[in-house]
């Protein structure tokens, strides 16, 4: 039968013997600090008698015996005393210096200090040849096992405290992103106002809850169509408010041509002071098929496979250069597509690190907006992508509502 209560005897042993080596580790992980070299070899001669005593274990008896007899000269002894009274020191040097951890931490670094002061009590006066505490080692047990347990309800009040203020933060980032989703709902709206003749798809892949990209559709006075395409620089919750000043800054200006528009948006982003920079695209369909074109440094659209050659003026915001934009003036006919995106397209990147590139996105222009999108995206996606497909059904279909 199997000598279960040998076992247990055995069990108690390592444990017992190896609770200051836990103690240690547990001590330099609270201060997140790496175990100096030295107090490993501090760990090992503190707890030499122990690991000798397991090698004894299973070893023949004569074998044993000469294993044993290593701890009895007197220079050994006094050299392991001393390394356990420094080893006993691990919550002193794993805590040092004490100004260099938050205040929230103190409580449960003095339960620690508090323990080791026990065990160098414990361990001090053996180095020093002194029998006092040693006739009182139960005594020590007792207080050095309620420090431990102290440390331990410290450690525990911490981790439910920042549990705490985790579960709070995590409430306010709901409330942020519930009004990331507004502003997102503001910056790239489900719903497209067009005019008669003029069907436009749009497909939007933010790189975060919220982006840089932005697009605004209107309907214009006599049957005119507006859209307006941009990206900011930067990403994130930033981004995305610089995008919805810009598209503010947008409003009630229905009757400025595309490039004055870009004018008075190069004004109010640079009067804001929010810095960064945006690049923008502004056209207006016409009723007889003229689209206008202004570009603030945007990508400039596709038509048929091929890009539009509009002038690329400086983006919105930069400082320093007169916003004066130039425009360009095509025709359209029926069935033709303009397809419009941002730079999170050519800039998609694969893990060998290749661009998406220029031509591969030529070659996609035809395409839906929505498989232009998914492409790139799958290729890599490291910024917001956006593109919208603008199709004529024809001339005469593009006349001005009653």
Known sequence: MVNYSAQAEVAMFLVSSFSGIFAMLFFFALAQRPVPRYFWLLAVLSHFRQLTNIVAWFATPAIAWRITAINDPLLIHSILQWADAFFSLSPFVAFWPWARH?????????????????????????????????????????????????????????????????????????GELQAARQIQAMLAPARIPTVPGLAIDVAFRPMRD???????????????????????????AAAAMTAALLIGGAEDHDDYAPARLLAHLDRVLRESQ??????????????????????AGHLPPYRRGLEI????????GLSGHNSDYSELEISVESGDTLTFFSDGVVEARNTTGELFGFDRAAALSTDSAAKIAKTAELFGQEDDITVLTLTFSGVPALQPQN
């Open 102 to 174: 938050r205040a929230t931490m103190r409580p449960l670094i003095f339960c620690c200090f508090l323990w080791g002061a026990v065990d160098v009590l414990g361990s001090a006066p053996g180095a020093l040849g002194i029998a006092f505490f040693s006739d009182h080692f139960r005594q020590l047990f007792i207080v050095s096992a309620a420090c431990s347990c102290a440390a331990i309800l410290a450690l525990l009040w911490l981790l439910f405290r920042d549990q705490r203020r985790i579960t709070q933060e995590r409430a306010l980032l709901a």
């Open 210 to 236: 919220v982006g840089g990209d932005f697009y605004l559709c209107r309907v214009l006075d006599n049957g005119r169509q507006r859209l307006l395409i941009g990206d900011v620089s930067g990403k994130g």
């Open 274 to 295: 929010v810095g960064g920079f945006a690049t923008c695209l502004c056209a207006d369909f016409a009723p007889d098929g003229r689209v206008t074109l202004a570009n």
């Open 309 to 316: 050659p509009v002038e690329q003026s400086l983006p919105l």
